[in-house]
């Protein structure tokens, strides 16, 4: 069955702009949750949407946000760019919410890259 | 707070096993797992373990899990140039309910 899907793969944005990712989890899962990947912080996690509502939140400022859809998919908006939100944002999907029960499994999406200048 | 450390790097020869350590800090962990993320790639599920659970063997991946010392560590067998790659231990912290992660162990395969 298909993957994780994100799109864009890849974006170049400038400061002050904004920018919508987003992600098809894999067909049947309910849990979205999103990640920053840097090289200085390593990965971040950011937000966990499960069933359209989001269930908890990673330590990012009011910029980052997110929804999911009745379908699952989900997107990630980051208002007012800055320079350092150039990053690897990564999607992850599974069965349940993160808190999950037997043999929950998250997979990931091969990400966005997005460059801020 | 919580917290999972791996140490950065990890160089091996071909053929011998790799030992990728991890310590965690939350006692409520219900799952950890480990990820390999090759270059310009996004993260693969490589294996997992319930906190119930002392080892678990998949093909060349054996995982252990000191739960008394909250240590994990993921041993793959026979190294080959293909596991190159940068590998992520994460826990599922069950009181906040989000997924904390290492910085990653890159591990450097050598001929």
């Known amino acids: 069955k298909a993957g994780v899907t994100q799109t864009p793969r890849y974006l170049i944005k400038t400061r002050g702009q904004q920018v919508t990712l987003s992600c098809s989890p894999i067909s049947g899962h309910r849990s979205v949750s999103w990640y920053q990947q840097t090289p200085g912080q390593g990965l971040q996690f950011l937000f966990e949407y499960f069933s359209e509502t989001q269930r908890n939140k990673g330590n990012f400022p009011g910029r980052f946000s997110g929804r999911q859809f009745s379908n699952s998919r989900s997107e990630m908006n980051v208002s007012t760019l800055e320079l350092g939100d150039s990053a690897l944002y990564l999607c992850a999907s599974s069965p349940l919410n993160l808190q999950g029960g037997s043999g929950n499994t998250i997979y990931f999406g091969e990400g966005s890259w997005l460059t801020v200048v | 707070g919580e917290d999972v450390e791996q140490s950065l790097f990890l160089s091996v020869r071909e053929g011998d096993s790799s030992v990728i350590n991890c310590t965690y800090t939350d006692s409520s962990s219900t799952y950890l797992y480990w990820y390999k993320q090759e270059p310009g790639a996004g993260l693969q599920l490589l294996t997992y373990?319930?906190?119930?659970?002392d080892m678990k063997q998949d093909q060349r991946l054996t995982v252990l899990l000191n739960k008394k010392d909250k240590h994990l560590s993921l041993r793959i067998a026979d190294t080959q140039t293909g596991d190159s790659a940068i590998y992520f231990c994460?826990?599922?912290?069950?009181?906040?309910?989000?997924?904390?992660f290492g910085k990653g162990t890159r591990l450097h395969i050598l001929p």
């Open positions: 994460a826990e599922i912290v069950n009181r906040d309910d989000k997924i904390i």
């Open positions: 373990i319930f906190s119930n659970m």
